[in-house]
């Protein structure tokens, strides 16, 4: 099979990007929102006076706001806030964006009901009464007595299971890496085998995100979940190489693909309008 240059990568991410903010903008005239200064401007929403996000699905972002722990997730930083002109005296978070992959995450996740619901149980695998935690710490050891504070963007738990979830939809890819880099975890070389691992022309380690993911799920002795769109082919072929290094077959069996469109198919009829209204992600099974 021949395999996605990095190039390609970032011409994938850049076509869907296009796709979102194209829907976006016209969507966005019903909603208090700012848009960047880039050639191609991005939607920033923001909470009107009603209480309204339209970068949410309204029955979960007023959980959201309910729920103490989850609404600090909205005080994400958004590291391109520079770009959008300043119209108002407020601040712009990563989940205020129109491409946030955490905002989305939290939309279908956050909506009543949709934990209890025997389909989207039965895709991840979960047990009774799942709990959430929103961008969690792993804490995987590194060499000197250090931890690893890299976070899983959503932790699921269930009696003794932890799922472990990297949500993905525009972003170019999951980082790049020095192999010193990841030495600095005793368990890497153990985990995976160093010569199937996807390298790029400079040597270094492509996938950075994914190997914490999967060194944190070791750890954890958790599963782990990369949830893509169906339309980044790329990050699936990167993923796919990344877990067949993995070197035991116990660890390999944790690890799992999963779409935004097959998770669309578990949940209620009202939140697949509003996800293909919004990133055109159609329920597929």
């Not at 472990?164 to 975890?185: D, M, N, S, V």
């Amino acid at each position: 099979m021949r395999r996605t240059s990095e190039p390609e990568l970032l011409n994938t991410a850049a076509a869907l990007r296009r796709e979102l903010n194209a829907r976006n903008l016209v969507r966005c005239a019903s909603f208090e929102h700012e848009l960047s200064s880039a050639e191609s401007p991005s939607v920033v929403y923001a909470e009107d006076e009603a209480g309204n996000h339209g970068n949410f699905y309204p029955p979960a972002y007023r959980r959201i706001l309910s729920n103490p722990v989850w609404r600090a997730r909205l005080d994400k930083a958004y590291t391109a806030s520079a770009r959008v002109p300043h119209q108002h005296a407020r601040t712009r978070r990563e989940l205020d964006t129109a491409c946030s992959s955490d905002a989305l995450l939290m939309s279908i996740f956050c909506a009543p009901g949709s934990l209890a619901r025997k389909p989207l149980q039965a895709l991840l695998n979960l047990g009774p009464k799942p709990q959430l935690d929103f961008g969690h710490r792993t804490l995987t050891p590194l060499a000197g007595g250090y931890d690893d504070r890299t976070e899983a963007d959503l932790r699921i738990t269930s009696g003794d299971d932890t799922l472990l979830i990297e949500a993905k939809l525009t972003e170019t890819g999951f980082q790049t890496a020095r192999p010193a880099l990841l030495a600095r975890y005793p368990a890497f070389e153990t985990t995976f085998d160093l010569e199937r691992l996807p390298r790029n022309g400079r040597n270094d380690l492509l996938g950075y995100q994914l190997l914490r993911n999967i060194l944190a799920a070791d750890h954890l002795n958790a599963r782990f979940a990369l949830l893509a769109d169906a339309r980044r082919p790329d990050l699936h072929e990167q993923a796919f190489r990344i877990f067949a290094a993995v070197q035991t077959a116990d660890l390999r069996s944790r690890l799992h693909l999963l779409t935004w469109q097959e998770l669309a198919t578990t949940l209620p009829r009202p939140l697949q309008v509003f996800l293909a209204e919004k990133y055109g992600i159609v329920a597929r099974p």
